[in-house]
């Protein structure tokens, strides 16, 4: 890239960068220092700022870069991710939003703990959050690096690095300093300028086909060097049985995963009542809707445009799409046009990044103290006592620490594609639990731990043991070998074990079900009585 494209992003970069640290003085200033403040944002947002912040929360750099990469890539297939994106928020707005505010506080796991043993399902509930926000936060590092490492040349590998650890010292910032509120308001301006620039592009794209949909896809499979199955279902997971039970296992982890997501539960505690909830899903599905229906035009773009070859030479999981289609767009390299267009889309995208970053952060700090910290204080009435909110606050320098250290590792994997995995994980561990304990009377504590611990092992394992980690060029570890399962997404294996094993632990439990509580949370969650 010219030094112009350096310049320009670079400013751009430094000022929403910013603009959210301003953001984060201010709230801090205003912060009352409670829990309620710090977790839920005093609970004062309206149902149309919540709806921003969540779709800001959720259209991730996986989003913005990852499935646009993959559909420039692998063309329908590559569809996949925008349809099970965005499919899954029926799931959450038909079964989970009004439910989840009425029965929960801050996290999952106050949900689960209104009619069990409050200490195993918090430190069950608290270790499958920070699992499954750890994961999604290694995606954004990813993203953040091949971003950087595209604007300036692609070739510094040391650049990267210091993007990843500087894009986790400012989430810890964020959350230490602002808290939800600081958060909220981040993934507002993040939301209205990632869909301001996402229908930018989308009007070029169209545009320079003259507003033919057809021409462009026609386009799109003949520079694929793969003709029309560019364009049919099977060139990335029609290979044999085992891609296509790996497409079956994305697409349920993808649908059922939005459900469990630490980060997305919390958003809904940021609102006065339940229908305030439910509402905020009913904006954030517009928005979100709307965006993943323009990743399509944009990947088919970036595949018609610039061609799956450069896209790979420029990136080999394909996050670099977006940026490159921005700068062909504006005139090519060199052009003023090309220059400003390629710096307004890479701020957008380091801004989606900071944004999501600092949603899941403060969703995992929570769970560590509001979940694991609590409880254990508990235990141990002699251990020195902190407050929730100081526990929180180191929390989020250690969640940093380990993203930015996985970040690292994982920084040539599409970032698209390890969100999937994140998705997994909380469809087999947080789902089951939740549904359970939602809608089964007879369920139990011994059920509700096994739930957790049944979904979350085998879905680390599976990860772990998958070609994912070792034994395929584009693993983790592409020298060693010790894969044993061959799927990539364990999601099919899985979110069924999670709730088989939720099913076996309650039949098996010698503590009688609480009917009384079971009645108490059933009236709680159908009509908000009660609710905090």
């Known amino acids: 890239?010219?030094?112009?494209?350096?310049?320009?992003?670079?400013?751009?970069?430094?000022?929403?960068?910013?603009?959210?640290?301003?953001?984060?003085?201010?709230?801090?200033?205003?912060?009352?220092?409670?829990?309620?403040?710090?977790?839920?944002?005093?609970?004062?947002?309206?149902?149309?700022?919540?709806?921003?912040?969540?779709?800001?929360?959720?259209?991730?750099?996986?989003?913005?870069?990852?499935?646009?990469?993959?559909?420039?890539?692998?063309?329908?297939?590559?569809?996949?991710?925008?349809?099970?994106?965005?499919?899954?928020?029926?799931?959450?707005?038909?079964?989970?939003?009004?439910?989840?505010?009425?029965?929960?506080?801050?996290?999952?796991?106050?949900?689960?703990?209104?009619?069990?043993?409050?200490?195993?399902?918090?430190?069950?509930?608290?270790?499958?959050?920070?699992?499954?926000?750890?994961?999604?936060?290694?995606?954004?590092?990813?993203?953040?690096?091949?971003?950087?490492?595209?604007?300036?040349?692609?070739?510094?590998?040391?650049?990267?690095?210091?993007?990843?650890?500087?894009?986790?010292?400012?989430?810890?910032?964020?959350?230490?300093?602002?808290?939800?509120?600081?958060?909220?308001?981040?993934?507002?301006?993040?939301?209205?300028?990632?869909?301001?620039?996402?229908?930018?592009?989308?009007?070029?794209?169209?545009?320079?086909?003259?507003?033919?949909?057809?021409?462009?896809?026609?386009?799109?499979?003949?520079?694929?060097?793969?003709?029309?199955?560019?364009?049919?279902?099977?060139?990335?997971?029609?290979?044999?049985?085992?891609?296509?039970?790996?497409?079956?296992?994305?697409?349920?982890?993808l649908v059922l995963g939005t459900a469990g997501l630490p980060h997305i539960l919390s958003r809904f505690y940021t609102v006065p009542t339940a229908r305030a909830a439910r509402r905020s899903v009913v904006w954030s599905i517009g928005l979100i809707g709307g965006f993943y229906l323009m990743t399509i035009v944009l990947g088919f773009g970036a595949a018609a445009i610039i061609g799956p070859d450069a896209v790979r030479s420029s990136n080999a999981a394909g996050n670099t799409a977006v940026p490159l289609l921005a700068l062909d767009l504006g005139g090519g390299a060199g052009s003023t046009g090309g220059t400003v267009l390629f710096a307004v889309v890479a701020a957008v995208a380091f801004a989606t990044i900071l944004a999501v970053v600092a949603g899941i952060t403060l969703a995992s700090s929570a769970s560590v103290a509001h979940d694991l910290y609590a409880s254990l204080r508990r235990r141990n009435a002699h251990a020195k006592q902190y407050s929730e909110v100081t526990v929180a606050r180191l929390a989020a320098v250690g969640i940093g620490a380990a993203a930015i250290g996985l970040g690292l590792l994982a920084r040539d994997l599409n970032v698209a594609f390890l969100v999937g995995l994140a998705f997994a994980v909380a469809a087999s561990a947080n789902l089951p639990v939740l549904f359970y304990s939602l809608f089964w009377r007879n369920f139990t504590t011994r059920g509700a731990v096994w739930a957790v611990y049944g979904g979350l092992v085998p879905a680390v394992l599976l990860v772990v043991l998958s070609p994912v980690v070792s034994g395929s060029p584009d693993a983790l570890f592409p020298g060693v070998d010790f894969h044993v399962f061959p799927l990539q997404n364990p999601g099919v294996v899985s979110i069924p074990l999670g709730f088989l094993a939720g099913w076996i632990g309650t039949v098996t439990s010698t503590e009688p079900p609480d009917a009384a509580k079971h009645a108490e949370t059933e009236v709680r969650a159908l009509t908000g009585a009660g609710a905090v």
């Open 1 to 253: 890239m010219t030094d112009d494209h350096q310049t320009l992003a670079l400013l751009l970069f430094s000022a929403f960068i910013a603009v959210t640290l301003a953001i984060t003085t201010w709230v801090s200033r205003k912060r009352r220092g409670s829990a309620e403040e710090f977790y839920a944002g005093g609970r004062l947002f309206s149902p149309m700022e919540n709806g921003f912040a969540i779709a800001g929360d959720y259209m991730s750099a996986a989003s913005f870069l990852g499935i646009s990469g993959l559909i420039a890539l692998f063309g329908y297939d590559g569809m996949l991710y925008s349809v099970g994106f965005l499919v899954a928020w029926l799931v959450v707005l038909l079964l989970v939003a009004e439910l989840v505010r009425n029965c929960g506080r801050f996290t999952l796991a106050d949900v689960v703990a209104a009619r069990m043993a409050e200490r195993p399902v918090r430190i069950a509930a608290g270790t499958s959050s920070v699992t499954v926000s750890v994961l999604y936060l290694v995606a954004q590092m990813v993203g953040a690096g091949s971003l950087v490492a595209l604007l300036l040349g692609g070739t510094s590998e040391a650049a990267r690095s210091w993007t990843v650890i500087g894009v986790g010292a400012l989430m810890v910032i964020y959350v230490s300093l602002g808290g939800m509120r600081a958060t909220t308001w981040i993934q507002i301006v993040k939301a209205v300028l990632l869909m301001a620039g996402t229908i930018a592009l989308t009007v070029l794209v169209l545009l320079r086909f003259h507003g033919d949909f057809n021409q462009l896809l026609a386009t799109a499979a003949e520079r694929s060097g793969h003709g029309r199955e560019f364009l049919a279902p099977g060139l990335r997971y029609g290979g044999g049985w085992t891609a296509r039970l790996d497409f079956i296992s994305l697409g349920l982890a």
